[in-house]
């Protein structure tokens, strides 16, 4: 289990100090105004993104800075519209930017754009391997491969000889990169297993991916664990495998109240939590204490992997409860 960042303080307490920032940026955490940050990430249709939304705006409200979420919706969260929300994130002329890459070839010109323009920028979610070379103040997320690499090792400790990693979102490093820790992980422990990439255009429509999935299972008869890179699209599976009569391992990448009554049920038996909420909130800290002091952590800031399982998903399910949307589940 990779260490995981818990606290706030733990973000500030070690941050270094840097000099590269422009005038503006300076004067503007001066002058007494509050502090803006925009925020360009997912779709809010999607639980885990509705959990990033909810750590910008407890973030903004908590840290006293005036934040914006920006988001493409459902039907086309691309990597030009992600570019072209960057581009209207920039004409508003925040203080600072927060930002998850998860298409880089179109992304990446316009964070370099905001950096250029004077503005801060911190990565989160998707961006981990070259958020540096971008120019970025820090990164907040997750190691893919290490995210991958438990998820398959949870697997292989649940007896999984033949895994599948269904990627919802094929082009997204990040979940390529899952994908194959994944595959690593498994066959370091003795078995087989490959991905299964659904068209893009089909990965928000429950019918077709549990199509996709049936298909797989079909095709291949030895599949016994599954794992898939959101938590829509493991009710998915688990739907796939009720329609073939296949008993598998499930896993899901992320959390919604769905999967983790299944958890608690058995009928689905892991997920992995990357702790979105912390992402956004974690980036509007970043950002405040690097424009008003200069601050900035040493390395990028993990937020996962964390196993949920039916040991701890009461305990997720009742924060849940008690602070809606949170541990990314609705």
Not at 133 to 154: H, I, M, N, R, T
Not at 225 to 237: E, R, W
Request: hydrophobic share 40%; aromatic share 4%; glycine share 10%.
């Amino acid at each position: 289990m990779i260490a995981t960042v818990v606290a706030a303080t733990a973000v500030t307490a070690a941050c270094t100090k840097r000099t590269d920032a422009t005038d503006s940026n300076s004067s503007s955490s001066s002058s007494g105004r509050k502090l803006s940050v925009v925020i360009v990430s997912g779709p809010l249709s999607d639980p885990f993104f509705g959990a990033m939304k909810t750590g910008a705006d407890n973030a903004g409200k908590e840290l006293d800075v005036s934040t914006q979420y920006l988001s493409p919706t459902s039907t086309d969260a691309s990597g030009p519209t992600l570019a072209k929300l960057m581009q209207a994130a920039v004409a508003k002329k925040p203080d600072a930017i927060v930002v998850g890459n998860f298409f880089p070839e179109a992304q990446n010109p316009e964070i370099k754009a905001a950096i250029k323009a004077g503005i801060p920028v911190v990565v989160i979610n998707s961006g981990e391997s070259n958020w540096k070379q971008l120019g970025a103040l820090s990164f907040v997320g997750l190691e893919p491969s290490l995210a991958g690499d438990k998820a398959g090792q949870e697997m292989v400790e649940r007896g999984v000889k033949k895994g599948l990693c269904v990627n919802s979102v094929p082009g997204n490093p990040a979940l390529e990169q899952t994908c194959q820790g994944y595959i690593d992980a498994i066959k370091k422990g003795g078995g087989t297993a490959s991905s299964l990439r659904l068209p893009y255009q089909d990965s928000t429509n429950p019918t077709k991916v549990t199509q996709a999935i049936a298909g797989a299972l079909k095709s291949d008869e030895s599949i016994d664990g599954v794992f898939t890179t959101g938590a829509a699209i493991a009710k998915d599976a688990l739907t796939a495998a009720n329609n073939t009569g296949r008993k598998l391992t499930i896993g899901s990448g992320d959390l919604s109240t769905q999967v983790l009554k299944d958890i608690q049920a058995g009928k689905i038996q892991y997920a992995i939590d990357q702790q979105p909420y912390l992402q956004t909130y974690y980036g509007v800290l970043i950002a405040k204490q690097y424009v008003q002091h200069r601050l900035v952590p040493a390395d990028m800031v993990l937020t996962g992997p964390q196993v949920i399982d039916k040991d701890n998903a009461a305990d997720v399910l009742a924060v849940n409860q008690q602070d809606q949307g949170i541990r990314g589940a609705s």
